[in-house]
């Protein structure tokens, strides 16, 4: 597969699975907007191995796409129209090559059923899951200042902290239960049934308080990435950060359904952010 054909896949696997992502790509330069989706291309490829139903032994596959990122760090690339494009990417913005291991310790942590206890595992398993992907992408975005680092695994933290409060019922239903079991006891909620019901909501509102902190703290990153990324990534965030706001004027009703952000308010970010430049 020629270089081009393997970004035109790796396009295509975004604009059809990326949600959130795919349209602030659009806000980038040629060059940078391929790599965002050859990178979000291996992460989808990764989520996929954890959580579809149709991949019989998800411990052998993750290893043996393990080896295939090995391999294809090494200049020895399996058969996959992934990497030609993804390979590219990686070299042309020098990313290093340690956070797509911990992008597969994060997907690994997610085969079994599991209850994290403190906030402080909590984080761990943000970095690896969500963390490590901001940190990779302003890689793309570009930066000069290392004070972005620090901030974009803040970002990564209140990216995956809104996903986990949106995302209650669904994981419960899969055996996962994020919010710490301490922050249960501390509001006298049952991690199984999610009672009492206005307990739980109170908790709800501690954890979303908490995401709201991470967004605040890691805002300056805008400024410190390349002025020609900096309209993607504030739309980034500000969808991201608008869905935590649609949990809190729910009320916190999680359970009962799922938030989103519609269509016509990702685009009206989209839109203010493109202006703002």
């Given at each position: 597969?020629?270089?081009d054909d393997s970004y035109a896949w790796a396009e295509n696997v975004a604009r059809s699975q990326?949600?959130?992502?795919?349209?602030?790509?659009?806000?980038?330069?040629?060059?940078k907007r391929r790599a965002m989706c050859a990178i979000y291309a291996f992460m989808r490829y990764c989520d996929d191995l954890s959580d579809e139903e149709g991949v019989a032994d998800r411990p052998a596959a993750i290893a043996r796409w393990r080896e295939d990122l090995e391999s294809a760090l090494a200049g020895r690339a399996p058969d996959h129209p992934l990497w030609p494009a993804f390979t590219d990417s990686v070299d042309r913005y020098k990313i290093p090559h340690r956070y797509f291991f911990e992008m597969i310790e994060g997907v690994s942590s997610d085969l079994e059923p599991r209850a994290i206890e403190t906030f402080?595992?909590?984080?761990?398993?943000?970095?690896?899951?969500?963390?490590v992907v901001g940190l990779t992408i302003i890689h793309i975005f570009g930066f000069s200042d290392q004070r972005a680092l620090e901030l974009a695994e803040r970002c990564g933290v209140a990216f995956q902290l809104t996903n986990?409060?949106?995302d209650v019922r669904e994981d419960s239903e899969k055996?996962?239960?994020y919010l710490p079991a301490e922050d249960f006891r501390k509001f006298g909620v049952s991690q199984e049934t999610f009672e009492p019901r206005q307990a739980f909501r109170d908790m709800l509102e501690f954890e979303a308080r908490r995401a709201r902190r991470y967004y605040d703290e890691s805002a300056p990153l805008v400024a410190l990435i390349d002025r020609s990324s900096r309209s993607s990534l504030r739309a980034l965030i500000g969808i991201y950060s608008r869905l935590l706001d649609r949990i809190v004027a729910s009320d916190y009703d999680v359970l009962s359904r799922r938030i989103r952000v519609p269509d016509w308010e990702k685009t009206w970010i989209l839109l203010r952010s493109r202006i703002c430049g």
């Open positions: 597969m020629t270089l990326a949600k959130n992502f795919y349209y602030t790509f659009l806000l980038l330069p040629k060059p402080d595992e909590l984080y761990r398993y943000c970095y690896h899951v969500a963390s986990i409060l949106r055996g996962r239960v």
